[in-house]
């Protein structure tokens, strides 16, 4: 079973509009991380955001946020007053906690195209 | 702000060559990570170091992998027999400790192509 799933192969948003990036996990540690990176056509990746499993706000950054639904196990990015320097490749990543192996487990992402 | 580095950023080998890809990590990071992405595919963990040894390894990790600190700052993937199928984008990482909340940093990468 996949640990990772992002549904969206592609999103389409127009400038300054949100965009919600779709991510659901599976996992059985109470214990664990959440990452969203950043892929652009350049190929490097970026850090953009975490959720721990036990912290109780959603994160935020700038204008990036997670929207972390514990129960349903998902981990939805959200992107506010989207800009053309946003398309790119968006990749949403767990880490657990089980027997001390942190390796996070990448989803095969979802390609955000934004619109002028 | 500190970042990781990584040379070359494009290699071009032939079949059966052996390449080295060479890492930087961030000065007070202990962990270190190789990962692949096939093109159009999601990114895949090799192994990770810790210590001057393997902390942790995946399938796609086999004999003709290794990695080797062989200074206090460099970090280098070796690829004894290139293949085909070993072209891809190939990142290095680097965490300040092991744990769920420690943000990796990921290097530019080095973009392999076998020919």
């Known amino acids: 079973a996949q640990k990772i799933t992002q549904t969206q192969p592609g999103m389409f948003v127009q400038e300054k509009e949100a965009v919600t990036l779709d991510c659901t996990y599976d996992t059985s540690d109470q214990s664990y991380g959440l990452f969203w990176y950043k892929q652009p056509s350049s190929g490097e990746m970026i850090f953009l955001i975490y959720q721990g499993s036990y912290d109780e706000q959603n994160a935020t950054e700038g204008r990036y946020s997670l929207n972390f639904q514990k129960a349903r196990k998902s981990a939805n990015l959200v992107i506010s007053a989207s800009q053309l320097g946003d398309s790119a490749m968006y990749f949403c990543a767990m880490r657990e906690g089980t027997g001390g192996s942190y390796i996070p487990t990448f989803g095969r992402g979802t390609s955000l195209i934004v619109h002028p | 702000e500190p970042e990781v580095t990584q040379t070359p950023s494009h290699q071009v080998t032939q079949m059966g060559q052996e390449v080295i890809l060479r890492c930087v990590p961030i000065s007070n990071h202990l962990y270190f990570y190789w990962y692949r992405q096939i093109l159009g595919q999601k990114v895949e963990f090799l192994v990770s170091?810790?210590?001057?040894?393997?902390?942790?390894k995946s399938e796609i990790f086999d004999d003709q992998f290794s990695v080797e600190r062989p200074d206090g700052s460099n970090f280098t993937l070796k690829i004894r027999s290139t293949k085909l199928e070993d072209s891809a984008m190939y990142f290095c990482?680097?965490?300040?400790?092991?744990?769920?909340?420690?943000?990796?940093?990921f290097g530019p990468g080095t973009r392999l192509t076998v020919t």
């Open positions: 170091f810790y210590n001057n040894e393997i902390s942790e």
């Open positions: 990482a680097s965490s300040e400790a092991l744990g769920v909340s420690y943000e990796q940093y």
